[in-house]
């Protein structure tokens, strides 16, 4: 796919996040650009493949439109913009009486989305992922991987959707309108490794990594959780029961943020005590 040239100066920044940032059009409600840090090309053409994929399977997101590269040499996608959107974690950080109602709501988003069967054939499993990056992890010794990767080898299979990055700023509505957003590592499989993401971002992060990233105090976060969790998993299972199952679900997201950081992350290691 060739991208189209663009010129910057017709957006307006209006976020950013690891990889890169987003802007709005300026005269044009009706876009919004994701664009990729410098030197990276084959990453926003494989995610524009795959939103169209997601797109097309009727998950809930912005639809894509086109592949752009800047006079600068910046790759990023075109999306039709969600006028007037709010992310889960910004809106509960702005209304925290709210809590409950948010967390439900996005409870409700995250089991239709881990209802949704997909042609494994089109997409990757999620145990592959897993077991490529903690192949590639040059933190963990050999009998640690070995545990590791037995675990992730016989968690259960299933052929319904994954996020990838299931945090709570990455669901977003506008009034009854519900989307998820940044599914560049969408994917197939068990749905207890995406939960596992909500779990970590609502109770394993820090508290100035929560307040700078979600907008809300770890308290909020952590109120979050416990309406979140009986919503999805259900209100007769123990906060408790349920919080051991997916701990080391959600420690496994440690291969990810070590990959990113480049450093033993020990914080969060500590979720995958009952594996090592």
Known sequence: MEAIKINLD?????????????YDHKTDPSIMLKLYFPGKIQQPLDEMMLAR????????????????VTQDGRYGIRFHRIVGKKSYSRATGDDPANVEKYAVEFAQMCKLLHSTHVDVSQFENVKDRYLRLLEQNPFFIAAEKDRLGRF???APD??????????????IF??????FIDLGDFCY???????????LCCCLDGEDFIRETFHMSKSLALKFWEYFAPEYFGKDRPLKDIEEEIRPFAGLKTLIIERDA???MPEFRAALTSIL
């Open 174 to 179: 506008a009034g009854d309108r519900k989307y």
């Open 10 to 22: 017709d957006y307006v920044l209006s976020g950013g996040g690891f990889n890169g940032e987003s």
């Open 152 to 154: 992730i080898a016989d």
């Open 53 to 68: 994929k997601v797109y097309d399977l009727g998950i809930p997101s912005p639809e894509p439109g086109d592949y752009v």
């Open 189 to 199: 499989g068990n749905h207890l490794f995406d939960v596992g993401m909500v779990y």
């Open 158 to 171: 299933e052929d319904t959707a994954i996020h990838g990055d299931l945090q709570f700023s990455n669901a």
């Open 262 to 264: 480049n450093c033993p």
